[in-house]
């Protein structure tokens, strides 16, 4: 007997202990590190105690803002030789990072706490000593140890009512291909000095020169040319002197580095252009099926596109911009399919190199998650004394347009989003809004917003300004929100989906020698796909253009009255292929995966993200040392303590140390389980008896029926989160490259994206 309770002292003493001090025990350097710094957590408060707390069990998330957890915790004073085991019930109000996969529970209060071994007086101090020794940089978990435990049938998608599936245009090639999409007929700039002009609303590099009625097109380091824009395109061996005398700046760099390889005999490829938003489906050959275990589906596995097919001669399915659309062949008709979907597609394996289609089938669990992380605000407190508004420059007189009966007006010919309500103007600009009483300012922060502006449909170009709103002000500042339909994703169909569906036609004016072009984001154009480890919509490689898919080669400068080539990046991906979040008028784009998000633009000291906290949570969670604590963590598989008596004391995912809601401690020991009490570990889980008075079957041990379904169910949320996080962190070393929400599909498959 004496034996067994020096295990138990040893087991939880090294439970305990800070990792470094474990020695030959501790794990090996992980792979990559949790996103919140592991658990479980060891902390040395002011008096010299020891206390360590377990990862917290979800029990409700409300609305993502106000979280219920039970948490176990292992507290040892400085003269304690056993430590004593209890359970807290925490509420927290919470904020979410989804960049950086964090939610934050720095504001939380213990509502309740149960240490049998501790009297009053003790818990008292346990409780203060617990809150004072966390730090706020530490009260962060993982966004998805959290979705892992959350019940999904609580998430209730909110419809952006009016979004379209119109099928885009869409062309199919077995052989090298690109797809140039147009927006419009070509708006074509000329060049000072020189006899060519570019197409400013194309995605790649478009040329025309009119002295030989010919066009020019480059690939990379290879020119094509044709006798009309549409075609028909074949390689270019020698271009006119003309592109020798391009101006000499940063505008024409990548054209000049190309000027060489004309004499160079371009690779044969099929060039599709469409003045129509277009989409392109590119095989490297003849379709390859590979089928999908548990289904009948198969994988056309042999494109960056997400395409299946039902059996080998079935109907084929593909996904873009998170819609689904059908046909009988590759070459189409096309029809929208997310709404009737075959059941199949919900049973496509996490391990299949593209499970990230299932985010976009209507009803499963990803397709939630990625729901609620869409309608997750994004807010920024934005300072009065230091923020300054852009610049409105119009071309020419502001020109207003009325949007259908709603009772305001857009101005039309300036690359800023302002509406003009009764006599004042307000302007939008990266989720912050001004107000002023002249079109041109001078502008000042908004208090309120009003209630017109967010009854603008989804039709208008304006539609995304109605999802930033003033959460609240003060003399000193003003308090913005803005979801992700701000940056072009919308729920539909019960599925996070890229743009509305709308297209919405550009401004064309002239502004003296260039052309004035203000384009709207279209919805298609860029082989969209959702990224399940980023949250955002992504683009596709290189067959969509250096600048962006659908996007635009140039930008006009409104105060300059000319053109930058290569600067604007929006839609998902921008120019550089990389989840972003974009502004749809100033081409100002941020990467979420840095930790941005739409107001990452903004100086620092005039707007302070909401999210800012990850960055140190991150930083302090990812550093090789610390004064304040130890998190005992692998980079992956079980990693087991024992004490004398074999007993496991720790795990990756969290302990294997729980917390029941009958204010017990519990661990799983090879599958079953043992309850903390009188100093020591006993099996919770003997012959069933019955409970007297409630009449509950329960186990002589004491464990409850119901308390068992409780810790079954938290340990199993507790595994899936633990590995999720984990496949999020090879995600993150990877630049989220990969198509799959599974770690080794992602390393297995290689993918291009």
């Known amino acids: 007997m004496i034996r067994r309770c020096m295990a138990c002292v040893l087991s939880l003493t090294l439970l305990l202990s800070p990792a470094a001090s474990l020695g030959a025990v501790a794990p090996a350097p992980p792979a990559s590190t949790p996103a919140d710094g592991g658990w479980p ?18 029990v409700s998330w409300t609305d993502q803002k106000v979280m219920v957890a039970y948490a176990a915790v292992a507290y040892a004073g400085s003269g304690d030789a056993m430590p004593a085991l209890g359970t807290l019930r925490i509420e927290a109000k919470t904020s979410v990072s989804v960049p950086e996969r964090l939610v934050n529970f720095s504001q939380f209060s213990i509502t309740t706490a149960n240490f049998p071994s501790l009297s009053r007086e003790q818990l008292t101090i346990v409780v203060s000593e617990l809150n004072a020794a966390v730090p706020l940089e530490d009260r962060v978990i993982g966004l998805d140890r959290v979705l892992a435990a959350v019940d999904k049938s609580e998430i209730k998608p909110h419809n952006n009512n009016g979004v379209k599936a119109d099928p885009p245009v869409v062309f199919y090639s077995t052989t090298p291909a690109v797809l140039v999409n147009i927006d419009g007929n070509p708006i074509w700039s000329p060049i000072k000095e020189n006899e060519l002009r570019f197409a400013v609303n194309s995605n790649w590099d478009l040329f025309e020169h009119p002295s030989s009625n010919t066009y020019y097109l480059r690939l990379n380091t290879s020119w094509m040319k044709a006798p009309a824009v549409d075609g028909p395109w074949t390689p270019a061996v020698s271009l006119p002197e003309s592109f020798g005398r391009l101006p000499q700046d940063d505008n024409w760099k990548d054209v000049r580095a190309a000027l060489g390889s004309q004499q160079t005999k371009a690779a044969a490829q099929s060039v599709f252009v469409s003045k129509k938003p277009a989409e392109l489906i590119l095989l490297k050959g003849a379709p390859v099926y590979a089928p999908v275990a548990g289904t009948k589906l198969f994988w056309v596995s042999n494109t960056d596109s997400d395409v299946f ?15 689904w659309f059908t046909a009988s062949t590759f070459m189409g008709p096309w029809t929208f399919a997310t709404p009737n979907l075959p059941d199949d597609f919900k049973k496509i394996p996490l391990e299949h190199p593209r499970s990230r289609v299932l985010a976009s089938v209507p009803g499963t669990t990803q397709a939630l998650e990625a729901v609620l992380l869409a309608q997750v605000p994004q807010t920024a407190r934005v300072s009065r004394k230091d923020v300054k508004a852009p610049d409105v420059v119009y071309s020419g007189d502001p020109q207003f347009q009325p949007i259908e009966q709603v009772g305001v007006t857009r101005a039309l010919n300036t690359d800023k989003d302002v509406l003009r309500v009764g006599d004042l103007y307000y302007l939008c600009f990266d989720g912050v809004w001004f107000v002023a009483s002249a079109p041109n300012g001078p502008w000042s922060l908004a208090d309120t917003i009003p209630e017109a502006i967010y009854k603008i449909p989804i039709s208008s170009p304006a539609y995304n300004v109605t999802s930033v709103t003033v959460e609240s002000s003060d003399d000193e500042a003003v308090y913005y929100a803005a979801d992700e339909a701000y940056t072009g994703m919308m729920v539909a169909w019960g599925c996070a989906v890229w743009g509305t569906g709308w297209y919405y ?21 860029y082989g969209a796909w959702y990224s399940p480890w980023s949250g955002a919509y992504t683009r596709a490689g290189a067959a969509y253009g250096p600048y962006g898919g659908a996007g635009y080669a140039a930008r006009y400068n409104p105060s300059t009255g000319t053109y930058s080539r290569g600067a604007a990046a929006w839609g998902p991906g921008g120019a550089r292929g990389a989840a972003q ?74 302990g294997d140390v729980f917390a029941g809601h009958d204010g017990n401690v519990y661990r799983n020991q090879g599958g079953s389980w043992q309850k903390y009490e009188n100093g020591g570990w006993t099996s919770a889980e003997r012959a069933m008896g019955t409970s007297g008075q409630l009449g509950a079957r329960r186990d002589q041990g004491g464990l409850s029926s119901s308390t068992k379904d409780q810790l079954n169910q938290d340990r199993s949320a507790r595994r899936e989160g633990s590995r999720r996080t984990s496949d999020f962190g090879a995600a993150r070393d990877r630049g989220f490259s990969g198509g799959s929400y599974s770690r080794a599909a992602v390393a297995a498959a290689g993918d291009s994206h």
């Open 505 to 525: 036609p550009p401004y064309i004016g002239w502004g003296g020698y260039y052309p004035v072009y203000y384009p709207r984001y279209p919805s298609y154009g």
């Open 309 to 323: 097919r039902v059996g080998r001669d079935g109907a084929i399915y593909y996904l873009v911009s998170g819609r």
């Open 581 to 654: 979040a974009w502004n749809p008028r100033t081409g100002v784009s941020a990467q979420t995966r840095q930790g941005a998000n739409v107001y990452g633009s903004w100086r620092s000291t005039a707007v302070q993200r909401g999210d800012q906290w990850a960055h140190t949570a991150r930083v302090k969670n990812r550093a090789t040392e610390t004064t304040t604590r130890a998190t005992q963590v692998s980079g992956g598989g079980a990693i087991s303590r024992r004490g004398p008596d074999g007993g496991t004391l720790g795990r990756t995912s969290g």
């Open 41 to 58: 957590r060891s902390y040395t408060t002011a008096s010299g105690a020891r206390l360590t707390l377990f990862e917290p069990q979800i």
